[in-house]
T-cell receptor, first 112, second 119 residues
Framework: KQEVTQIPAALSVPEGENLVLNCSFT??????LQWFRQDPGKGLTSLLL?????REQTSGRLNASLDKSSGRSTLYIAASQPGDSATYLC???????????FGKGNQVVVIP | DARVTQTPRHKVTEMGQEVTMRCQPI?????VFWYRQTMMQGLELLAY????????DSGMPKDRFSAEMPDATLATLKIQPSEPRDSAVYFC?????????????????FGQGTRLTVV
């Protein structure tokens, strides 16, 4: 069974600092990995999706890397802003099975 | 703007009552997922459908939960009878799998969720 772990569970950073969020998974036979953002009381918004053949994806201030062999992904958020405060969830998908296995999230607070 | 719509957004009910949650997937999507989110367990898949047929409902307690797709524009998740341990946020997500393929061709798009409280 795929286990997805996100460390740290919670962190606070001052505005302007770069954020580094880590996700690890136990089964490297993944099809893709997706990072989501969740605001309190809201649904999940997809941020980045990395296919298993890719090493990274970028969108604006966000960059996600994938090292499939070591079972790790890292989400970088450059020059953090108070509006980046949210929970960030990592989810992995196996080939041929559309079930997403989620981590429990990194809860981020950016202090103005 | 295409989105997954879930109703109700909030539901408070007494133990033993029936609860029905509804989901309208994005038009044209043929795959629908139901996830449950709790503080302890995080997000867990309950069931998923493709072309209205259940493909995987192994995450769902069969004695009290049931999931259906009466038509392509509506998915339902029913709990009968409800229990306090069912209190959680229930998310619906939809995506597209093209004919002859097994993997999603799109991302999974999530609804806003139904926050269920059973007292």
């Amino acid at each position: 069974k795929q286990e997805v772990t996100q460390i740290p569970a919670a962190l606070s950073v001052p505005e302007g600092e770069n954020l580094v969020l880590n996700c690890s998974f136990t089964d490297s036979a993944i099809y893709n990995l997706q990072w989501f953002r969740q605001d309190p009381g809201k649904g999940l918004t997809s941020l980045l999706l990395i296919q298993s053949s890719q090493r990274e994806q970028t969108s604006g201030r966000l960059n996600a890397s994938l090292d499939k062999s070591s079972g790790r992904s890292t989400l970088y958020i450059a020059a953090s802003q108070p509006g980046d405060s949210a929970t960030y969830l990592c989810a992995v998908k196996r080939d041929g099975n559309n079930r997403l296995a989620f981590g429990k999230g990194n809860q981020v607070v950016v202090i103005p | 703007d295409a989105r997954v719509t879930q109703t109700p957004r909030h539901k408070v009910t007494e133990m033993g009552q029936e609860v029905t949650m509804r989901c309208q997937p994005i038009l044209g999507h043929n795959t629908v997922f139901w996830y449950r989110q709790t503080m302890m367990q995080g997000l867990e898949l309950l069931a998923y459908f493709r072309n209205r047929a259940p493909l995987d409902d192994s995450g769902m307690p069969k004695d009290r939960f049931s999931a259906e797709m009466p038509d392509a524009t509506l998915a339902t998740l029913k709990i009968q009878p409800s229990e306090p341990r069912d209190s959680a946020v229930y998310f619906c997500a939809s995506g597209l799998v093209r004919d002859g393929q097994t993997n999603l061709n799109t991302e999974a798009f999530f609804g806003q969720g139904t926050r269920l409280t059973v007292v």
